[in-house]
């Protein structure tokens, strides 16, 4: 049997942006445009006070950013669109990188007036390392913004790679007059307003030539001698080269208005790749067989690239996000975990609509789906309803920040260790505990990750904690050839050896110089700043 026709339907991506460039809001209006949500800034909360739909965390909302990856599944010309939106700030990046794993394509969206910032640079660089398709979205056409010709030639310096203009501006900011569609061979003529729709703007074909320069004026001139440099300077759009991460198709637009996001929509369905097939390693007489699974293929298979513990304040729940690879989900169906081996019982499968879950029917290669667990289910593990394979290549980065946690009420010492138990299993923060006892440790890529855990502790486990200074500045998980050898370098460091939240082993060091002189007196041993999730490789040394 084959699913061909249903994955072929499917679009799974990313939309992937420096914080401020508007990347929430346009989130919204995708799903406004398909029909999935009915208002914008919605889900309505009790007290009608209006949070982007895919900001659900207490902290988001008073800070008004995403910290967290969010999930929607919205249908739009008979195609299934699963969108990921992932955190804005930096110091939520490994999360982000997770879920850069789990797509087949990225929306980018870059601030007109700022180009291409710091977090994005990041982002595009994970996703050049996957060959990962990007569509580019300049947003903001509305507010006072620099040349699209300048932005054009910053993305092709950035990303390496060609640009492919879609959609052109006409004017910008006071002078902002619309779009021109080069696929459709019409101007769309712009008007403010946050709650039109796309059927609600004008649209005038490129054959009134008269008309539209009567009306635009030297908005109009400059604009189609831009266009002319540009389309003359770009190659014309291909999709080998676009589907391989070579060219990225260009539009633009005004996200809060509702501008020219009709035409994303569009390009995600017509230019997006389908999912693609995934690596796994096949144990065959205890040994790795690479095999290529198919996303049509009839047995199901799926990674977990997210855990998120109590997205549901009220039921304690904790949600495996799984990015299904092969095959077919239907309820009752039987599942093991590959690394434990064990049976996956989950209480309920759900997809997502942010914070509005629907129980699944049915579900194919390129959906997200959430099993709700109560533990046993970790990041990265491979789901499968029967067949030993293994997914690789889901992510840890060595911290590079270190706290103590010190619980100012120790009544509450069981409540601390679930807390960090699920927050370390879910990757909010990385938790360490020394071998030789005393407080838990924290590592962290970013500064905001220690707030959150400790706003989340308080909230979500009734934790009261206060995160002290430590003397570690780094981590690297480390291996030896023989356990022999691994014994004797425990034995020679006991107080920097701890556990990660995988139980794997890892060194705990106060500067650069400690790894390099543990290295010298100790060759043996494999020091890692990279690890994969447990039971599969640790990376390259270093």
């Known amino acids: ?232 300077a770009s190659p014309a759009f291909d999709e080998v080269a676009f589907l391989a991460g070579k060219q990225t198709p260009v539009f633009f637009g005004s996200g809060v208005n509702n501008f020219g996001v009709m035409e994303v929509l569009d390009a995600l369905v017509d230019l997006a790749p389908a999912p693609k097939p995934r690596t796994s390693n096949l144990i065959v007489n205890k040994q790795p067989v690479v095999k290529e699974i ?34 077919k989900y239907a309820p009752g169906m039987k599942l093991k975990v590959q690394r434990t081996g064990k049976e996956l019982r989950p209480t309920s499968v759900v997809t997502f609509l942010s914070q509005r879950r629907e129980a699944v029917d049915e579900a194919y290669a390129g959906d997200i789906i959430g099993f709700t667990t109560h533990g046993g289910v970790q990041l990265g593990d491979t789901i499968t309803d029967g067949a030993n394979l293994q997914f690789t290549g889901l992510p840890f980065f060595a911290p590079e920040l270190f706290m103590t946690v010190i619980l100012k009420n120790p009544l509450r010492t069981k409540q601390l260790q679930t807390g960090l138990d699920q927050l370390g299993e879910e990757g909010a923060i990385q938790v360490f505990k020394p071998e030789i006892g005393g407080p838990m440790l924290l590592g962290a890529v970013g500064q905001l990750q220690f707030e959150v855990v400790q706003h989340r502790l308080k909230a979500e486990y009734d934790c009261d904690v206060r995160l002290e200074g430590c003397q570690y500045t780094g981590a ?55 690890r994969e999730h447990a039971g599969l490789s640790l990376g390259s040394a270093g």
């Open 294 to 327: 198919q996303p049509e293929d009839s047995a199901f298979s799926g990674v977990v690239f997210k855990v998120q513990a109590n997205m549901d304040a009220n039921h304690r729940d904790r949600i495996a996000f799984v990015r299904m690879a092969s095959g």
């Open 1 to 232: 049997m084959t699913y061909a026709h249903e994955t072929r339907r499917r679009r799974t991506f990313a939309i992937i942006s420096h914080p401020d460039a508007g990347k929430t809001t346009l989130t919204e209006k995708l799903l406004l445009f398909s029909g999935a949500i009915q208002i914008a800034g919605s889900v309505k909360a009790r007290k009608a006070s209006r949070h982007a739909t895919s900001d659900w965390m207490e902290i988001e909302k008073q800070r008004g950013i995403s910290v967290a990856s969010s999930v929607m599944q919205m249908l739009y010309r008979e195609h299934v669109i699963n969108l990921l939106d992932t955190p804005g700030h930096k110091d939520f990046s490994e999360d982000t990188y997770r879920v850069l794993t789990a797509v087949d394509s990225a929306l980018m969206v870059i601030d007109a007036a700022n180009g291409v910032e710091a977090q994005t640079r990041r982002l595009i660089e994970v996703c050049r390392q996957r060959d990962t398709p990007i569509i580019t979205f300049v947003n903001k056409m509305d507010r006072e913004v620099r040349d699209p010709l300048d932005i054009l030639d910053e993305v092709e310096r950035e990303l390496g790679m060609p640009c492919v203009p879609m959609t052109w501006p006409v004017g910008q900011g006071k002078l902002f007059g619309g779009i021109v569609n080069l696929r459709t061979q019409a101007m769309t003529v712009f008007d403010s307003g946050s709650e039109r729709l796309p059927q609600d703007f004008e649209t005038i074909p490129l054959t009134e030539q008269a008309q539209l320069a009567e009306r635009f004026g030297l908005e109009w001139q400059s604009a189609m001698d831009s266009m002319e440099l540009a389309t003359g």
């Open 476 to 530: 690297r998980w480390i291996t030896a050839d023989t356990p022999a050898e691994l014994r004797e370098f425990t034995n020679a460091y006991p107080q920097r050896m701890s556990l990660d939240a995988a139980g794997t082993l890892a060194y705990l060091c106060t500067s650069p110089y400690d790894v390099r002189l543990a290295q010298e007196r100790f060759p043996k041993i494999h020091f890692h700043p990279l």
